[in-house]
Nanobody, 131 residues
Framework: EVHLVESGGGLVQTGGSLRLSCTAS????????IGWFRQAPGKKREGVSC????????YYADSVKDRFTISSRLGGRKVELQMNNLKPDDTAVYFC????????????????????????WGQGTQVSVSS
């Protein structure tokens, strides 16, 4: 079973930066989608960024493009999300999630929604951005 642990959340001012880290264990196949999702109170959970371990595709939600960068090493066992130029709308609990990735799918298709098809989730880490 895949096990995920996130860290790196915190409180920053608008324009600040944070780096979230996800440590995964139990990755035994060649291709997973490792994703970052976030959920704020009263809002739907949404995909933020994903990485595919097989072909090293990346996905970013439009709201975070050019501000966030996802990176991965050790076959997806270490995934980070560098978050720059943070905005109050980025305030949310951020979750790391993993699922097997079929090359018949696109990463956008898998990661652009709420991630309900993801099998494994971390505990979440709070990101708060003050105005």
């Amino acid at each position: 079973e895949v096990h995920l642990v996130e860290s790196g959340g915190g409180l920053v001012q608008t324009g600040g930066s944070l780096r979230l880290s996800c440590t995964a264990s139990g990755l035994i196949f060649d291709d997973y989608a490792i994703g970052w999702f976030r959920q704020a109170p009263g809002k739907k959970r949404e995909g933020v960024s994903c990485f595919s371990t097989g072909q090293r595709y990346t996905y970013y939600a439009d709201s975070v493009k050019d501000r966030f960068t996802i990176s991965s090493r050790l076959g997806g066992r270490k995934v980070e999300l560098q978050m720059n130029n943070l905005k109050p709308d980025d305030t949310a609990v951020y979750f790391c999630a993993a699922r097997l990735f079929s090359r018949r799918r696109t990463l956008e298709d898998v990661c652009s929604g709420a991630g309900s098809d993801f099998d494994s989730w971390g505990q979440g880490t709070q990101v708060s951005v003050s105005s």
